[in-house]
């Protein structure tokens, strides 16, 4: 059974450019067909999906978020990075990486809270 797991700076300061990474087990992140995603939920708001990179490596980003966001993975850990650039505390939020496919249902780790304060 696949798992995700988040690890993350917890508390950054504004203009930083914070890095999360998801660690999988139980699943290869370059077995077809998945997509590894990242997902955030700001205080008091819903849910924002803000990029995957799919199993051959190709990377998929929210409009909104594109300029600021990376996203890359490190197959020998089988880790995949989450790059925020130019945080403001409007990033304020709990972090998910979660797994999804066509066919099946999304998993998702445990999330992690990211807070942007001077």
């Known amino acids: 059974q696949v798992q995700l797991q988040e690890s993350g700076p917890g508390l950054v300061k504004p203009s930083q450019t914070p890095s999360l990474t998801c660690t999988v087990s139980?699943?290869?992140?370059?077995?077809?067909?998945?997509?590894w995603g990242w997902i955030r939920q700001p205080p008091g708001k819903g849910l924002e999906w803000m990029g995957a990179?799919?199993?051959?490596?190709?990377?998929y980003y929210s409009p909104s978020l594109k300029s600021r966001t990376s996203i890359s993975r490190d197959t020998s850990k089988n880790q995949f990075t989450l790059q925020l650039s130019s945080v403001t505390p409007e990033d304020t939020a709990v972090y998910y990486c979660?797994?999804?496919?066509?066919?099946?249902?999304?998993?998702w780790g445990q999330g992690t809270l990211v807070a942007v304060s001077s």
């Open positions: 979660v797994r999804v496919e066509v066919a099946g249902p999304p998993v």
């Open positions: 990179i799919g199993y051959a490596g190709g990377t």
């Open positions: 139980g699943g290869a992140i370059t077995a077809s067909y998945y997509y």
